[in-house]
């Protein structure tokens, strides 16, 4: 009997499902990885830095390529340099982008793994 809420329940469910033995087979990642408290920590900082569509699509762009520049990500969004900036600054406090200053411009590019071990998470099985 598949328990997971959104990805495998596709019926409602009876008192009587509610009452009976869990399943060992589990239906997706969440259910099959164990995630200690820091992991948990670390991550959650990661899923809600890329629950703004702002950064989500900075995350995005900055993903496309082995590296962007900012000169190269401001044009895509109709914000103040400032506001830009202090988007990029949550990816970076997040983990999920690193980034270099170059002369009068910053680089930025996804850090190794940070995507990785976000897509393990949910990963179906």
Sequence with gaps: MDRCFDICQDRAMTTVELAGPRSLDPCCGLATTPVTAEDATRMAA???????PVRLRMASI??????VCVCEITPAFDLSSGTISHHLRILREA???????????????????????MSTLLAVT
């Design 62 to 67: 900055i993903a496309g390529k082995p590296e």
């Design 46 to 52: 990661m899923f809600k830095a890329l629950g703004d």
């Design 95 to 117: 983990g999920l982008v690193d980034s270099e200053r170059r002369g009068t411009f910053v680089y930025y590019w996804i850090r190794p793994g940070a995507l990785d071990a």
